[in-house]
């Protein structure tokens, strides 16, 4: 069977790359190497801040391309693709149903995502443990309204059942805004015309690479649109339903590190494993 004429490479990272231990795992970095000799850009795609992924990558950071903050801020080379802000007045408005749902009892609290830094006023321990997965470079503030940065996503965090504790309340702000549960505990809060799909496009005009050329992983709500701007769109086996009904092929789990797996196939490296599915919906 012949090789695919991959130019580009999009991948989620919590529950799709990294491991159940939230590692990137050691056989991605010989692929790396091998991906960037060949000229296939390789984009990690992720609710993470940029600060952080390019702390996760960083022996490799300048070769690769970034997708951060859920498709609101994109770079390639260190320069910027597209990035998308929110007008303060809806920052505002988020944060008072935010508040008021921690006055009703909910365990909740708050990110704003700028650019270059991501800012929270929770300081308990527990949460900033949360938070410190995702943002790399974060401040603590004493009143979230008074920062000046311009917002580029609004992150919420809950340690109960964020679709049924916060989401709804969080819902009037559809359609005018992205609302989207970006995993079992968060929801994030983006411009309506921003996701990680049109950021892969952006790429994709960016770098002269088509659909046919990408390749997108995911396993969750977020990673949707991703996953249509790619023909070789894999859900990994750990995948939410809805991923695994849009994806067109499988992958095993993040756990059997099937994102390597299915990466090693595609370059046609051989992997000793038949687990790939390349079951069409």
Same mark, same amino acid.
């Given at each position: 069977?012949?090789l695919?004429?991959?130019?580009?490479?999009?991948?989620?990272?919590?529950?799709?790359?990294?491991?159940?231990h939230? +590692?990137v795992?050691?056989?991605?970095?010989?692929?790396?190497?091998?991906?960037?000799?060949?000229?296939?850009?390789?984009?990690?795609?992720s609710?993470?801040?940029? #600060?952080?992924?390019?702390?996760?990558?960083?022996a490799? #950071?300048?070769?690769?391309?970034?997708?951060?903050?859920?498709?609101?801020? @994109?770079?390639?080379?260190?320069?910027?693709?597209?990035?998308?802000?929110?007008?303060?007045?809806?920052?505002?408005? /988020?944060?008072?149903?935010?508040?008021?749902?921690?006055?009703?009892?909910?365990?909740?609290? @708050? !990110?704003?995502?700028?650019?270059?830094?991501?800012?929270?006023?929770?300081?308990?321990?527990?949460?900033?443990?949360?938070?410190?997965?995702?943002?790399?470079?974060?401040?603590? /503030?004493?009143?979230?309204?008074?920062?000046?940065?311009? /917002?580029?996503?609004?992150?919420?965090f809950?340690?109960g059942?964020?679709?049924?504790?916060?989401?709804?309340?969080?819902?009037?702000?559809?359609?005018?805004?992205? !609302?989207? !549960?970006?995993?079992? +505990?968060? /929801?994030?809060?983006?411009?309506?015309?921003?996701?990680?799909?049109?950021?892969?496009?952006?790429?994709?005009?960016?770098?002269?690479?088509?659909?046919?050329q990408?390749?997108?992983?995911?396993?969750?709500?977020?990673?949707?649109?991703?996953?249509?701007? #790619?023909d070789?769109?894999?859900? @990994?086996?750990?995948? +939410?339903?809805?991923?695994?009904?849009?994806?067109?092929?499988? #992958?095993?789990?993040?756990a059997?590190?099937?994102?390597?797996?299915?990466?090693?196939?595609?370059?046609?490296?051989?992997?000793?494993?038949?687990?790939?599915s390349?079951?069409?919906?």
């Open positions: 069977m012949s695919p004429d991959l130019r580009l490479v999009a991948v989620d990272m919590d529950g799709t790359l990294l491991d159940e939230g +590692h795992p050691d056989r991605l970095w010989h692929l790396l190497h091998m991906m960037h000799e060949r000229g296939i850009a390789f984009v990690p795609a609710g993470r801040q940029y #600060a952080t992924l390019r702390n996760t990558f960083d490799v #950071a300048d070769e690769l391309s970034f997708i951060a903050e859920n498709g609101t801020y @994109v770079v390639h080379d260190g320069h910027e693709v597209s990035s998308s802000t929110l007008e303060p007045s809806f920052v505002r408005s /988020v944060l008072d149903d935010v508040r008021r749902l921690a006055r009703e009892g909910v365990d909740v609290g @708050v !990110v704003l995502c700028g650019k270059d830094v991501a800012y929270t006023d929770r300081d308990d321990e527990p949460f900033l443990e949360e938070t410190a997965k995702y943002y790399f470079s974060r401040e603590t /503030v004493r009143d979230l309204a008074d920062h000046n940065d311009d /917002v580029i996503k609004i992150a919420v809950e340690f059942d964020i679709e049924r504790d916060v989401e709804p309340a969080l819902a009037r702000h559809r359609p005018d805004h992205q !609302v989207v !549960v970006s995993g079992g +505990h968060w /929801v994030d809060i983006m411009a309506a015309d921003v996701n990680k799909g049109t950021a892969l496009r952006a790429l994709q005009r960016a770098l002269d690479v088509t659909p046919a990408t390749a997108a992983f995911g396993d969750y709500l977020n990673d949707l649109e991703m996953l249509e701007a #790619a070789l769109s894999y859900a @990994v086996a750990n995948a +939410h339903p809805e991923i695994a009904r849009v994806a067109r092929f499988r #992958a095993p789990s993040n059997e590190q099937g994102v390597i797996t299915v990466l090693e196939q595609l370059l046609g490296l051989e992997t000793g494993t038949d687990r790939i390349a079951a069409r919906r």
